[in-house]
């Protein structure tokens, strides 16, 4: 018997979550198949229940619908509690497990892909929105020296420190905070990938040796690695890693076996030159 999986976002064509856990699938010799869907804009929980009822297994939530994921769950996990959004769902029975696996994904690629350990690093993540939430407890979990978040509005940085500090010592602002400040790994957990909009990022911001790291893949060199470039910054990274990691966490999840994730990320890699 084959079970069924899917991912469900808005646009959806373009994701790489059928090719990823194709390839888990036959590297691991599961019986499963994988497609996606794209629900509407006002119709997420309904697209789920309706996957549910036709024998679904699971499903991998993307962009916009990560927040009612964490919201039509009935059992949330805590990794999704503190992000207060899902990225991957298990059914059983009529229940509804939550998870939230971007911010596993991300240190795994770091550390484990990029070998960039992240104890006694300053570490600053450019934005404050859901990537964001997900990815501060893993982060804060590998004891970084520091562990900053800068947003375009500084109120809403300063709400994850408060929504966070009974767990993380966190350091937040807008960016005009910056100046001064160097870090040894700089994340950009903002849209500005996809809008080909530079971020308002001071001159020194780059420690000697930092790894710049931008969230959003496959899309080459976007303005936040140029300037990170141009400041001198030679390790550069997308969110390809990320992307493939957080996939292997959710299969392992769902099948109770971790692909190997190296041949994959290799297969999605795009140049960055």
């Keep these: 018997m084959t079970d069924r999986y899917a991912v469900i976002g808005h646009p959806i064509a373009h994701s790489q979550s059928p090719r990823i856990h194709s390839l888990f699938a036959q590297a691991t010799g599961q019986a499963m198949a994988y497609t996606a869907i794209e629900a509407p804009l006002d119709g997420f929980a309904d697209t789920v229940r ?7 297994r699971g499903v991998n939530v993307t962009l916009p619908f990560k927040l009612q994921a964490f919201q039509i769950a009935t059992d949330p996990m805590e990794s999704a509690r503190l992000a207060g959004a899902a990225n991957a769902l298990r059914f059983e029975g009529d229940r509804i497990r939550a998870e939230n696996f971007d911010g596993v994904g991300l240190v795994r690629d770091i550390q484990h892909n990029l070998a960039m350990p992240l104890a006694g690093r300053r570490v600053l993540i450019c934005g404050a929105g859901g990537a964001t939430r997900g990815a501060l407890l893993p982060l804060a979990q590998c004891r970084p020296a520091v562990l900053a978040v800068a947003n375009r509005t500084a109120d809403t940085a300063h709400q994850l420190r408060r929504d966070f500090a009974a767990r993380i010592d966190l350091q937040t602002g807008g960016y005009d905070s910056l100046p001064g400040e160097t870090f040894d790994v700089v994340i950009n957990a903002t849209s ?45 990274a997308d969110g390809v890693g990320m992307l493939v990691e957080q996939a292997a966490e959710a299969f392992d ?12 990320i290799q297969q999605l890699t795009v140049s960055l030159a």
């Design 253 to 264: 999840w769902w099948r109770g076996v971790r692909p190997a994730t190296a041949p994959v």
């Design 50 to 56: 309706s996957f549910m009822a036709e024998g679904g």
């Design 192 to 236: 500005t990938g996809l809008s080909q909009t530079p971020l308002p990022l001071p001159a020194g911001l780059f420690a000697s040796g930092a790894l710049a790291y931008e969230m959003v893949y496959g899309k080459g060199l976007t303005p936040f690695l140029r300037q990170a470039q141009a400041a001198g910054v030679t390790r550069l």
